[in-house]
Every structure is written in structure tokens, then in C-alpha cells.
């Protein structure tokens, strides 16, 4: 039996340009007619058909997946700035002015200057605090580096400073036992008493007019926390140890206090 076959050529294709494709002759027991058409630009379905037919498998939820990813990771990232914008403000606000509430107090916390552990210390009366005791370091002053003098003065006293807060001459106040812990003056009500020095010695003069500014938004600072009740006594220390004198000076600008009582001497 002889197999016929017939091929017919289709032209495609505008002023006079051919767009000829030849189908190759494959074996059937029928006669049979191929027409077969190249795509081009009068044929764009014929394009978009074949294109289907060689990629079956749609990548659309490839991209879907990747764009979830990438809205994650810029999710992530946000909650992550935030926080740290929140912990950096935090920080901020212990270290900074307090000019909202009507005074000025740079305060600056423990960890940040310190390096010795206060952990294992007896602590303050939580809302009892009603004494508040002010003396000074009776060593040299500072108007900068000050956290390096106060480093000198822990090494001199082999721990921690017996004081709960420093004014220095660089006009910050500096924590040292806080609100927490309890000053290391044996004699008096250490649960119940507060000490604040003035780093220098003022025997014979008064501390800078901005270290006497610190010490007064101090004490506003720690009422307003609630560390420190607001019918407090204040008390200038001396310590008669180093002369019937020291403090002098100091003790005379704290009568002028509102809260000033008297004076508490201490070996």
C-alpha cells in the first residue's frame, strides 16, 4: 500500500516578505495535510500558546513567597529599631535634663561609670527614706573626667563610695549606692537615710554654684520617684575625725535648706 503525503506551506508576513517554515514528513497509513505557521508579530496568540506549552509549570507562587519573605524581614527589622530606639531613650532619660519638671538634673546611673558590684548589699526601706545626710569628699575637685577622680576615690577606699549619690564640679550627679542600697555610715539610720557628697572639700568654701543646683533637683528627683518622702530631714555630716572644722562651710549654706534640722557628727 503506497502512504501519500501532503505538505502545504502557509505564508505569513506583510509587503512581500515571506515567513516560510517546512514541516518535517513523518509515516501515517492516511493521507493527511499539515499546515504549519511560525509566529511573528500578525500572530501574537500563536506565541503566547507555544510560550504555555514549554513552560507548563507556573512560577507566580515562587514570586508570591519570595515578596511574603522579604515583608518579614523588613517586619523584623522595624520591631528591631524600635526597641532599640526605646532602650536608647530609656537610657537617655536617666542620663539627661530634666527641664519638663521644672529643674535640671544630669544624672548619671551606677553601671555607667562604675565598676563595682553592689550586689549583696543591705538595702534601703522602700518608701521610708526620711533622712536625708549631706557632706563631701574631702578629697581634690574636678571639672572634667570626674568618673576617672571617683575611680581613685573607690581604690582609695577599697570598694564601693559610702555614698548614695555624688555631685561633681563637671555638674553631674553621679550614683553610687543609689536608692537601692544603703550608705556604709554605721551610726546612723541606715535603712531609713540617704547621703549625698559634694566631690571636693568645703571647709573653708562652698561647692560650685551648679553642684549646689544638682544636689537641690536631686532631691526633687527622688521625691518625685517616690525614693524619698516629702517631709524629709536634712542633715549636714561632718566628720570629726578629720577636724572639728570640716564642712564647715557647707554646713553654713545648708541652714539656708528648707528641710535643714541640724548637724550630725560622725567618726
Known sequence: ?????????????????LD?????SSSASFNSTEI???PNERTPLLSSSVSSQASPTSTAPGFYTKECLNWRTIGLLVMFTAGLSVATYLL??????????GYRLSLTQHDVWSGVRLEGQALLEAGS???????????????????QLLHTLQNEH????????????DCEAYEARGWRYVSSYGRLPQESSLV???????????????????????????QRRKKLQPGYQLYALRNVSRGERDADALQHQLRHWPAYVGLQKVK
Open 1 to 17: 500500500m503506497e502512504i501519500s503525503q501532503s505538505v502545504a506551506h502557509a505564508t505569513v508576513g506583510a509587503g512581500g516578505n
Open 20 to 24: 516560510r517554515l517546512t514541516c518535517p
Open 36 to 38: 504549519c505557521m511560525e
Open 92 to 101: 537617655w532619660r536617666e542620663t539627661t535634663d530634666f527641664v519638663e519638671m
Open 129 to 147: 527614706v526620711v533622712n536625708v545626710y549631706v557632706t563631701h569628699t574631702a578629697s581634690e575637685e574636678c571639672s572634667e573626667n570626674c568618673a
Open 158 to 169: 577599697l570598694g564601693e563610695l559610702p555614698y548614695n549619690f555624688l555631685m561633681a564640679g
Open 196 to 222: 549625698l557628697a559634694f566631690v571636693g572639700d568645703f571647709s573653708v568654701r562652698l561647692p560650685s554654684s551648679c553642684q549646689l543646683e544638682m544636689a537641690e533637683a536631686l532631691l526633687r528627683e527622688l
